[in-house]
């Protein structure tokens, strides 16, 4: 039962991660018509910049200095080469991307060099957030904290004691993610630059009538993008893994979010991110294949079979595929996505 | 009228088997026969890869999965051939490449071909790597870690013709490139083609004229298919092994990075590209650790300014030849060659400092590069180098500005021109 | 007689809003219809109904008898309804007589064929050829169709919609955009071209209108006012007063 709950948990916060990063490209998506290929570049880019920004500064600043480095680059980019190609369709744009995706990996290597970095999270966020107790006889409890080790360990054989603790760092990370989307959302639906970035969403032309920068707002919303991507790297980049190939990693599982999700809706991406999220949580942590559910129903398997790839396949290893696999299914039974709109 | 457009057009085509069956005797080394023979290969990759690009307007990131495919199929037929007894020539190992090539792309096709544009691009991308987890996870087919080998030499071979040397196996590779480039050429001549064409300019009026768009799309899909799958059997056979990266996210970015570097909009501009790419991965990656990202910045500029690619930029250069005007710009071509060499030579030299910096810190601070000794602890070469570079791009800015005024003239020139040729 | 073209309680509605609130009419074979009414009362949507572009919420199209609603559209096409784009929608990298050959292949039955030459097919050649000539484009057969006039790309559009050799044709503001001498020209090319066709065209211009059609339909708010003969329909009251009744639609009437 606590397994349930805590990987309910860490896939739910992985999911908010993806959330993070898959909101800002349906953002940019929705707003601009580009698919962003180089977000995840951006993701990676708010990991390394936070790993150097937090070496002279510590953790904190980081999470706030760099996802404005990374959103005022990625406002660069929009102003000087975006703008450019916009004239040529989407599919430049998205070409564009695709080599600024190229030439963000090499940059990075040239810089930070090629083997992973030591980012770690603050001290503040070591250790468990809450520890769930599970002792035979008890039921289930909750602890604040870590749990001490005497509590976890049961001299009596007839009792069974697990403790399944749930890391600060992922709480943290759920926090920031919620906390983040909450204000994107205010900010999109109470102020005023969020009624016109609103407008511009599926009237830029009109906007621009009405005497609005059109060009400008869109510049703030790509940087307002690539910032939260940037964000998430911080995030990311230090409770998981700070190298050069984690943005070829996330990079495809964020398109899949999207295209899942439908592309162009928020709601949709929602979804699909918390779906994924716990979906490739959960797998990972299960070592069955078919072999063994072929066992526990008591079926007994010929030689050929017993040695047969796939019906050893168990499901951590199959976990990898699982988000293309969705995609490819939602694709054969529901092009439009989730909660997508019809596209054009 | 007709009959000198047909000339020229045998010449082009006997000029283009002269050169293949040549080039060897020229590049008659270990290293050129190899790089002839990667391109051959690489050429029928790329032009597949435009039927989808160029001629249909999809935009595929996941093309690698049809070569790669193909050349996994075309080494498991190999050696069954060779052990099992398969009655498959290895002259004729390509077409089963082709033949999975093309099954991939029927099976894989109508998922894909469901939507176009970006979304068809974010299919193309979770499929290819879908394809590259799994062959991580079926060792069978995928061979896993160390991949699959295979023997091409035949002991008794027709006119003595073993496939042990690499000059026989380019003969071969030559043979297919020229039969492929052929066929898809004409391709391009044929209804289906017209329609593709159409299907990219203005996907919506192809249904009110009686075609289902979906249709023309998957049916060009199927195609590319199957001549990427030749491709992968030539590289099976060239290779004699296939390791998972055939089928990976890399390989398929590069069909698509020099496929639009050679240009998209014309036949000839992926034979271009595919020609650089082979020359980029086997020799430039020698001469510096920072090719990947000259291409990256590249490729984005080719985007920003010359989106039709290295073709159209000679198409343009030879439209303006046709109206005798491009001599006035030899000079401005000279200016910009130069000044951009000053950019590079400082440019690159900062680059291949840091670099030394990153990775080769133990071989000391002096390295030699262009000629020159550099010393990344002494603050005058980082100097020296970032003064090049800026006074070889304020320079590269003054030519540029004059050459596009005066490229803007000729251009407005030969307008009127083609204007008063049509109203006579 | 099967009518060429009938619509039975046709509506149409987006979201709430009912664009097509009922719509009856009855076309004959080789009849010319024009459709006029104000902007917004749904003549485009109309057509995007009968050509397949979009569905109906409920009601019938037929065609020759047949039911087309809901059928995709080159369904439609390939049953021999054939339409024109208010916005110039031709195939802009193709030349002029490309386009044109485009518009005929599927209607002389060469499909998805990859293992014949284009230039061989020599009745495409030969249709494509007469179009061109009956559009007066010959001499730009290979220029780019971006970069024709306006006008000239107007006549191309025409070209293609009846390329097919379409039986009904629907024309959705053929000559929008064009100065008075340019409309006088295109309405005399419209004439030639769709001889013995059924032709339905929507239309602002009251003189294309009145000199083209036999009889007019006036579509107000997504109904039929009224569908007669031009007199009639310009004695009309109601007619008159919820659209004609305007000096700018009686000068365009009395006309060049």
């Not at chain 3, 397949?52 to 039911?67: A, D, F, I, K, Y």
Request: proline share 3%; glycine share 12%.
């Amino acid at each position: 039962m606590e397994f349930f709950v805590i990987s309910m948990l860490n896939g739910l916060s992985y999911g908010l991660l993806l959330f993070m990063l898959s909101s800002g490209l349906t953002l940019i998506f929705s707003m601009m018509g580009v698919l962003n290929f180089a977000h995840a570049s951006f993701y990676m880019l708010g990991a390394y910049v936070g790993f150097t920004i937090a070496s002279f500064t510590g953790f904190w600043w980081a999470l706030v200095l760099a996802p404005l480095v990374v959103g005022a680059l990625g406002a660069l980019f929009e102003r000087y080469c975006l703008r450019r190609v916009h004239k040529f369709g989407h599919v430049a744009e998205l070409l564009l991307t695709f080599g600024l995706a190229y030439v963000v990996l090499e940059l990075v290597q040239l810089v930070w060099g090629r083997i992973a970095l030591e980012f770690k999270p603050p001290e503040s966020l070591s250790g468990p957030l809450f520890t769930l107790i599970n002792r035979t006889g008890d039921g289930l409890s909750m602890m604040m904290g870590a749990a001490p080790k005497e509590l976890c360990r049961s001299a009596d054989a007839a009792i069974r004691v697990v403790c399944s603790p749930f890391p600060a760092t992922r709480g943290f990370m759920m926090l920031v993610a919620l906390v983040m989307l909450f204000s994107v959302w205010l900010l999109l639906t109470r102020t005023r630059i969020g009624l016109v970035i609103q407008a511009a969403l599926t009237h830029p032309h009109m906007v621009e009538a009405l005497g609005h920068n059109v060009p400008r707002v869109f510049m703030l919303v790509f940087g307002a993008g690539t910032a939260l991507a940037g964000l998430a790297g911080v995030i990311g980049g230090s409770i998981f893994l700070t190298e050069p190939a984690m943005a070829a990693t996330v990079g495809p599982i964020i398109f899949v979010v999207v295209v899942v999700g439908g592309m162009g809706s928020l709601s949709g991406a929602f979804l699909a991110s918390v779906l994924i999220g716990v979906l490739q949580t959960f797998a990972i942590a299960f070592d069955y294949s078919l072999a063994t559910l072929a066992g526990q129903l008591g079926l007994s398997l010929s030689q050929g079979l017993r040695d047969n790839t796939y019906i050893n396949m168990t499901l951590s290893q199959v976990a990898p595929i699982l988000p293309f696999l969705l995609l490819v299914l939602m694709l054969i039974f529901r092009p439009r996505g989730l909660l997508g709109t019809r596209e054009g | 009228m007709a009959s000198s457009f047909n000339r020229s057009r045998w010449i082009v085509w006997t000029a283009f088997a002269l050169v293949m069956v040549v080039a060897p005797k020229v590049f008659n080394s270990g290293l050129g026969l190899t790089v002839l023979s990667q391109m051959g290969i690489a050429i029928i990759a790329c032009l597949s890869y435009n039927i989808l690009f160029g001629q249909g307007g999809m935009l595929s990131f996941g093309h690698a999965v049809y070569t790669g495919l193909g050349s996994f199929l075309a080494i498991h037929a190999l050696n069954a051939a060779t052990h099992g007894g398969l009655p498959l020539p290895v002259a004729l190992v390509p077409l089963a490449g082709g033949l999975a090539g093309l099954g991939f792309a029927v099976l894989f096709g109508y998922v894909t071909t469901r939507k176009a544009g970006t979304t068809f691009a974010m299919i193309t991308l979770g499929l290819g790597e879908l394809v590259f987890a799994m062959s991580l996870m079926v060792p069978e087919f995928f061979g896993g870690e160390g991949g699959v080998s295979g023997n091409r030499m035949v002991r008794d071979g027709l006119w003595g013709i073993t496939f042990g040397p690499q000059v026989q196996v380019y003969y071969l590779i030559a043979i297919y490139t020229f039969v492929c480039v052929a066929a898809m050429y004409a391709f391009t001549r044929t209804p289906l083609g017209g329609m593709l064409n159409a299907v990219r300019d203005n996907p919506e009026r192809v249904e009110f004229v009686g075609y289902d768009t979906q249709r023309v799309r998957y049916l060009a899909f199927i195609i590319s298919g199957f001549f990427a799958g030749i491709a992968g059997g030539l590289a099976a056979l060239n290779f004699e092994i296939v390791t998972a990266e055939v089928v990976g996210a890399a390989r398929s970015g590069g069909y698509l990075l020099f496929t639009f570097l050679g240009g998209a909009t014309f036949f000839f501009g992926p034979i271009l590209g595919a020609v650089l790419m082979v020359l980029a991965l086997v020799l430039f990656s020698e001469f510096t650790q920072a090719w990947l990202l000259y291409l990256g910045l590249i490729f984005l500029l080719m985007v920003m300014f010359a989106p039709g690619g290295i073709a159209s930029l000679i198409m343009m250069n030879v439209r303006v030849a046709m109206f005798g005007r491009l001599r006035e710009l030899l000079l401005s071509y000279l200016g910009l060659a130069a000044t951009t060499a000053l950019m590079f030579a400082g440019g690159t030299s900062i680059i291949e400092m840091v670099y030394h910096l990153q990775l080769n810190q133990s071989e000391g601070p002096v390295f030699a590069y262009l000629g020159m000794n550099l010393d990344v602890s002494k603050p005058v070469h980082w100097l020296l180098a970032a003064l090049l570079l800026a006074v070889g791009a304020g320079l590269f800015e003054w030519v540029r500005r004059g050459f596009v005024h005066h490229w803007g003239l000729i251009q407005a020139a030969i307008e009127a021109d083609i204007r008063r040729r049509e109203a006579a | 007689m099967t009518s060429a073209l009938e619509l039975k309680g046709l509506r149409k509605n987006f979201g709430k809003t009912e664009i097509i609130r009922g719509i009856d009419l009855t076309v004959q074979k080789g009849e010319r219809i024009g459709l006029i009414g104000p902007n917004g009362a749904g003549k485009s949507t109309l057509f995007n109904l009968i050509s397949g572009r979009l569905h109906p919420t409920s009601g019938e199209v037929r065609l020759n008898g047949r039911r087309i609603d809901g059928l995709k559209p080159y369904e439609i096409n390939r049953l021999g309804l054939s339409r024109s784009f208010q916005i110039t929608n031709i195939f802009p990298k193709l030349s002029v007589f490309e386009n044109l050959r485009c518009s005929v292949l599927w209607s002389l039955g060469y499909k998805y064929s990859f293992w014949r030459f284009l230039a061989n097919l020599h009745d495409a050649n030969d249709r494509a050829e007469q179009l061109m000539g009956m559009i007066r484009l010959g001499a730009k057969r290979n220029a780019l169709a971006m970069n024709l006039t306006y006008a000239e790309q107007r006549a191309l559009e025409i070209g293609i919609t009846i390329g097919g050799g379409a039986d009904v044709i629907l024309l959705d503001e053929p000559t929008a955009g064009m100065s008075h001498s340019e409309t006088a020209r295109f309405t005399e090319l419209i004439k030639e071209v769709t001889v013995g066709k059924t032709l339905l065209t929507v239309e602002h211009d009251m003189g294309v209108v009145f000199g083209l059609a036999d009889k007019i339909a006036v579509v107000v708010y997504g109904e039929v006012l009224a569908f007669d003969t031009p007199e009639a329909v310009r004695a009309n009251a109601r007619v008159q007063e919820a659209y004609l009744g305007s000096s700018v639609a009686d000068a365009q009437v009395g006309g060049p």
